[in-house]
């Protein structure tokens, strides 16, 4: 059974940071692309950052370009995303999810995992 369990999210003022963890079990973590989407409250789920199996390649939204960093350990079977300059509107459930496919050009929706976790949830306060 496939089991990805978010951790690290809470609340936070504008401009500090978090990083994220996610730990993956019941799949072959260095056969899979790793990914974080978010959805905020009333709003569509939204493709945040992605980073392939061998870590060689990494995409992001425009909205977090150059602020957000997705990492992995394959030996740990865990992903990361550190966030820094965090701003209200980053405010969220952020979900980590697994793909058999990296996309060039991800979905907006993150439609292309096949798995997620439960979600963890990211406040960022004025």
């Known amino acids: 059974q496939v089991q990805l369990v978010e951790s690290g999210g809470g609340l936070v003022q504008a401009g500090g940071s978090l990083r994220l963890s996610c730990v993956a079990s019941g799949l072959t973590f260095r056969s899979v692309h790793m990914g974080w989407v978010r959805q905020a409250t ?29 990492s992995r350990d394959n030996d740990n079977n865990t992903v990361y995303l550190h966030m820094n300059s965090l701003k209200p509107e980053d405010t969220a459930v952020y979900y980590c999810a697994a793909a058999l ?11 292309e995992y096949g798995y997620w976790g439960p979600g963890t949830q990211v406040t960022v306060s004025l």
Not at 43 to 70: L, N, W
Not at 101 to 111: C, I, M
């Open 101 to 111: 496919q990296f996309s060039v050009v991800p979905s907006e929706r993150g439609t």
């Open 42 to 70: 009333g709003k569509e789920r939204e493709f945040v950052a992605a980073i392939s199996r061998k870590s060689v390649s990494t995409r992001y939204s425009d909205s977090v370009k150059g602020r957000f960093t997705i």
